[in-house]
């Protein structure tokens, strides 16, 4: 015959079987979802791979112009801003230079060199030493 004890540990025993067994089944759950996020992290990352790679080609057709818009021209990189200033054309606020003015208009609108502002702004879109 069983004592209370006895039963009372069986039964205790079983508690804890069933839970460890829960958790295995949840452990293996959790691992196979690490395992398809990993899947899906790989995939992801060939994607921008390739993202990057179109970037890339797509950047070395880009040119500043003399027809380019100075709306275009900051789109194009962020360094424009910076070259615009070198001449002077941030500072005014009563200034006429427009968006939508081409910068052959605003070269020639403000006395500037026009192959002097189309080589500066180009220097922004060639690689630097790091790069």
């Not at 004890?5 to 959790?30: C, E, K, M, P, Y």
């Not at 797509?58 to 910076?82: D, I, N, Y």
């Amino acid at each position: 015959m069983t004592s209370p004890r006895q039963r009372l540990d069986r039964s205790l025993v079983r508690r804890v079987q069933q839970q460890l067994l829960s958790q295995v089944g949840t452990i293996a759950d959790i691992t196979a979802d690490a395992r398809a996020l990993e899947q899906r992290i790989d995939e992801l990352e060939a994607v921008t791979v390739g993202l990057e790679q179109q970037i890339e080609e797509a950047v070395e057709g880009v040119r500043f112009t003399p027809r380019t818009t100075v709306a275009r021209a900051l789109a194009l990189h962020s360094g424009t801003r910076g070259v615009l200033a070198e001449y002077q054309l941030d500072k005014c606020d009563s200034c006429p230079v427009r968006h939508d003015e081409t910068l052959e208009e605003v070269a020639t609108g403000h006395a500037i060199p026009l192959e002097s502002l189309l080589s500066r702004l180009q220097a922004l879109l060639r690689p630097g030493p790091e790069g």
